[in-house]
């Protein structure tokens, strides 16, 4: 990138409250209809307006980058069960970014190296998908299981399915004994 073409840094009123551990990325001007903010990407997740929190990079189960705005799908965590949680998709939230720079490319990037291992299943009800996802900053994978929209959530019979779904999985991705 030429020196001309560098965006400036990102201003000190718009830096989110960043750990000692995380840098910047990517950032971007942005509005949502209710007001402008910053959407700032750093090494250990999203910082997106109107939020005092990061949302991490595993926390992101959809972003969809249209060339001029970017949708995020948080997930929204349901119940905690043994090794893994159940999510479902959180409020999706659009921004319109009218110099986005590398913050698409990064947002991209960075969710999709979260993801170590992702299927499909058909469980009672509807359908869920397994996935391991690395964490930033922490060893090994964090497990979830996504329900898919439609798929009823009150269900024991679903959480016995998941439970054995989260396991075949989990030794699926295991490393062999040498």
């Known amino acids: 990138m030429g020196l001309f073409n560098r965006k400036p840094k990102l201003p000190p009123a718009d830096r989110p409250p960043l750990t000692a551990d995380e840098r910047v990325l990517a950032w971007a001007a942005a509005g949502n209809g209710e007001g402008d903010g910053v959407v700032v990407a750093t090494n250990l997740g999203l910082w997106l307006p109107g939020r005092g929190h990061r ?103 679903l959480f016995a399915e998941t439970d054995r779904l989260v396991a075949v999985a989990r030794a699926a991705t295991a490393p062999a004994d040498g």
Do not use: F, I, M, N
Not at 73 to 89: C, I, K, N, Q, S
Not at 112 to 117: G, L, M, P
């Open 55 to 157: 949302l991490g990079w595993h926390s992101v189960l959809k972003a969809v980058w249209s060339g001029r705005e970017l949708t995020v799908t948080p997930a929204e965590p349901l119940v905690d069960r043994d090794g893994y949680t159940v999510v479902l998709d959180g409020t999706a939230e659009t921004y319109l970014l009218l110099d986005p720079g590398e913050l698409p490319h990064q947002v991209r990037a960075r969710v999709t190296r979260s993801v170590a291992y992702t299927e499909q299943q058909p469980v009672p009800g509807g359908a869920a998908r397994v996935a391991a996802r690395r964490v930033a900053g922490v060893d090994g994978l964090t497990w979830t299981v996504r329900l898919e929209p439609g798929t009823p959530a009150d269900d024991e019979g």
